[in-house]
């Protein structure tokens, strides 16, 4: 049966923090679905569509280990339902720290709860990434400072802003 799961996220924008977590999520599932989570309430920095093709490009020209195995989708609501609709079963998370460990453990209760047919899977992040976040670029950015050293080679995110 071939495994698949989902990565989710706000991914506004996606960084090398987030390449890291699907890199090592590719070698332990067949194929990635990297589902960005549309809140309407909230605007952020890059408009979700753009944060689709951000992310199709890192993988479009990424070794060709991810090569047809990564999927970008924009998704509404509970991201166990977007799991159900598409029959996903595992959920694939980064932890960096002790505040994402506790909001990540507080999710996966209520998500065993309500879907208990999936499971989440939290990768620790490697040491050099821990200090990498959407925030921080997100106010590089906003400061009119330069922030390509945190994000995926090649992304020059003034085609998506
Ligand atoms: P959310 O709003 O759902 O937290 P994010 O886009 O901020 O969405 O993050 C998506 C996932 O990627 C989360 O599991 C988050 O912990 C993880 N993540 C974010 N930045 C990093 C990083 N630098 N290293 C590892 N995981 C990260």
Do not use: Q, W
Request: aromatic share 8%.
């Amino acid at each position: 049966m071939e495994r698949v799961a989902l990565f989710p996220g706000s991914f506004d924008p996606f960084t090398l923090g987030h390449l890291a977590v699907a890199e090592r999520g590719l070698e332990m599932f067949d194929r990635l679905v990297v589902g960005i989570g549309v809140n309407a309430s909230k605007a952020g920095l890059l408009v979700p569509e753009r944060r689709a093709e951000l992310i199709r490009e890192v993988f479009a020209g990424h070794a060709s280990a991810s090569e047809g195995r990564v999927e970008v989708e924009l998704y509404e609501g509970l991201t166990g339902d977007f799991c159900r609709r598409r029959g996903i079963r595992h959920i694939l998370r980064g932890l960096r720290n002790p505040a994402d460990f506790i909001y990540e453990h507080d999710m996966e209760m209520a998500n065993a709860r309500i879907f208990p047919e999936i499971t989440t899977v939290a990768l620790f992040t490697p040491a050099e990434y821990i200090p990498v976040s959407s925030r921080l670029v997100r106010e590089i950015i906003t400061m009119g400072g330069d922030p390509a050293g945190f994000l995926p080679r090649g992304i020059d995110i003034k085609k998506f802003l």
